[in-house]
């Protein structure tokens, strides 16, 4: 898993300022599970991945569903526990603690960007 990125819309707001890339199979299986509480600021970008589920979970979060050029498909806000969810055409999921995504102006449509290094040259994937 990658730690050390910032997610950001096209405008250069920042999303989530650190956000855990989980890209392999198992980082992904487990996702947020075993957390107590997911801080502000902290996420979670699964990949590839259409759903998720919050089965086991402690805390409600906000589930950001993109496609594979990070555009925001769908937004499902506070997602409790014990639930499922999915994005038609979903290949990446945001995970933000809930509230965020409003908080932070995340909406169907809106395109998001990865930044490997915040703090270096402005590099973006």
Not at 3 to 10: G, N, P
Not at 27 to 49: M, V
Not at 65 to 81: G, K, M, N, Q, Y
């Amino acid at each position: 898993m990658k730690s050390d990125t910032t997610i950001e819309d096209a405008r250069g707001r920042v999303v989530c300022e650190r956000c855990t890339v989980a890209d392999r199979p198992l980082p992904r299986l487990r996702g947020l599970l075993g957390r107590r509480e997911l801080p502000t600021g902290e996420g979670l970008l699964l990949r590839p991945a259409p759903s998720i589920h919050t089965w086991f979970m402690r805390f409600p979060i906000d589930a950001v569903f993109l496609s594979a050029e990070l555009e925001v498909l769908s937004v499902r806000s506070e997602l409790p526990a014990w639930r499922m969810a999915a994005g038609r055409g979903a290949r990446a999921v945001l995970e933000l603690a809930a509230g965020e995504a409003a908080r932070r102006g995340v909406t169907s449509g809106s395109r998001l960007r990865i930044v490997a290094n915040p703090k270096g040259a402005g590099h973006a994937k």
